[in-house]
């Protein structure tokens, strides 16, 4: 290597480790933290009526009804965007597979807006207890089936009434084809 050659590679390298000092001060990318709780009003009683659907060869072939639970969820005075993060488990049941009895969790929360609009969600899930990632390093566990919505509702109802819809995800992957069905209602 010339002296030449030598010089000239000095200003890159220089400008490697500036870029390099540059991007470790700058602040990570992360997930960010779910939001703070919003106030709560009062509790609202939910009531849902869980099913669970198998298919095998793209047909139904058993519809089995799992449960119908009852209990309290928060309501939050929120817009729908932090109350969203803070849903509150009611009386759960079980469902049989493979041998082993699994827990069917029921989750909801509702909210009122002061712009005068009702927010509910809600959400029913099986967690096996060999579940893995769907991705190995940003995935959590994998359910077996689950289901959820959201609704926005104007003014402020006593009463609201929705179906969950089921997760394409976890329903593509189950083995086989199987997936969660729920009614819910939201009495005030």
């Known amino acids: ?3 030449m050659n030598a010089f000239s590679t000095r200003p890159y390298r220089n ?3 500036a870029a390099t000092l ?4 700058l602040p990570a990318h992360a997930i960010p933290p779910p939001p703070n709780r919003p106030p709560q009003l009062r509790e609202a009683r939910m009531t849902a009526k869980v099913q669970l659907i198998e298919a095998r060869d793209g047909t139904v072939n058993k519809i089995t009804e799992l449960c119908k639970v009852s209990g309290k ?3 939050f005075s929120d817009d ?3 109350a969203f993060a803070h849903t509150q488990t009611i009386a759960s049941c079980t469902m049989s597979r493979n041998g082993n009895k ?3 969790k029921v989750e909801g929360a509702k909210a009122v807006s002061k712009k005068g609009a009702t927010y509910a969600v809600a959400s029913v899930h099986v967690m096996p207890p060999d579940a893995v990632p769907l991705c190995p390093d940003l995935c959590g566990p994998q359910p077996l089936a689950d289901s959820s919505a959201e609704v926005r ?3 402020k109802p006593k009463s609201i009434a929705f179906s969950l819809h089921p997760n394409l995800v976890s329903m593509m992957n189950a083995k086989p084809t199987l997936w969660l069905e729920a009614n819910v209602e939201i009495n005030d």
């Not at 540059?22 to 001060?25: E, F, G, H, P, T």
């Open 80 to 82: 729908g965007r932090s």
């Open 1 to 3: 290597m010339t002296i």
């Open 15 to 17: 400008r490697l480790i």
């Open 153 to 155: 509702v104007s003014g």
């Open 22 to 25: 540059l991007l470790s001060i």
């Open 73 to 75: 969820i928060p309501v």
């Open 102 to 104: 699994l827990a069917v």
